[in-house]
């Protein structure tokens, strides 16, 4: 028969078995719920960290600087225009008439209209047709000692108070075209054609795309 104090051993060792056994289920509860946490997290698209490599394009929500401003279309600031080329019946009651070299130009907002026949197509104009405001959303260009003023497809240059058409500047960088351009691929490499210029996609110094003028590469 067992004793009192015998008893009361088996007791003490059953209570702290119990509790061993309590606390082990507690931390297994707790590190199943973390981990459930962190999967319901990576679902609902919560940042989750990842090794950066520029050369990698990871499958996150924040991404390099570098590759969110790439693959725009040559034409995304202007895409909500008309596209070059565009034949027309109406234009603006508002619009300005410019006679140059024997053709009447119609001007509205930036977008050069040509007649043809009863209607208009939407043009480049001719060079030494001068406005004396620039259309709202125009770039400037700096090369050297002078600055292009550059608006949908249309290069300008200040003169006294008026700002006059102008051939394309090689190297002029700018960020859009005008819907209408051809896209020419020479050795492997893309250019895109608009009015007879030539421009090579590239990628600036804070990672923006940009279109750089180029020399005819097929000559």
């Known amino acids: 028969m067992s004793s009192p104090r015998h008893i009361t051993t088996k007791k003490s060792a059953m209570k702290i078995l119990i509790k061993t056994i309590a606390i082990l289920l507690l931390v297994t509860a707790s590190a199943d719920a973390t981990a459930q946490q962190k999967k319901q997290n990576h679902k609902k ?16 929500k924040h ?15 202007y895409s909500s225009l008309p596209r070059r080329g565009t034949i027309v019946n109406t234009i603006h009651n508002n619009s300005i008439i410019f006679n140059h070299a024997g053709i009447s130009f ?18 480049r104009p001719t060079n030494g047709i001068r406005i004396k405001t620039l259309p709202v959303g125009y770039r400037k260009v700096v090369l050297g000692p002078k600055v292009y003023y550059y608006y949908y497809g249309t290069y300008y240059l200040q003169k006294n108070n008026e700002y006059e058409v102008v051939d394309a500047p090689l190297n002029a960088a700018i960020d859009s075209l005008p819907d209408g351009y051809h896209t020419v691929i020479v050795d492997g490499k893309e250019y895109y054609e608009l009015d007879g210029v030539y421009y090579m996609p590239s990628i600036d110094s804070t990672g923006e795309e940009i279109l750089i003028v180029v020399a005819n590469p097929i000559n």
């Open 63 to 77: 991404v390099h600087a570098y590759h969110k401003h790439i693959h725009h279309t040559p034409h995304y600031r």
């Open 106 to 123: 119609h001007y509205h907002a930036g977008i050069w209209y040509k007649p043809q026949g009863s209607q208009w197509v939407i043009v």
């Open 45 to 60: 698209g919560r940042p989750v960290a990842v090794h950066k490599d520029k050369h990698v394009k990871h499958n996150v």
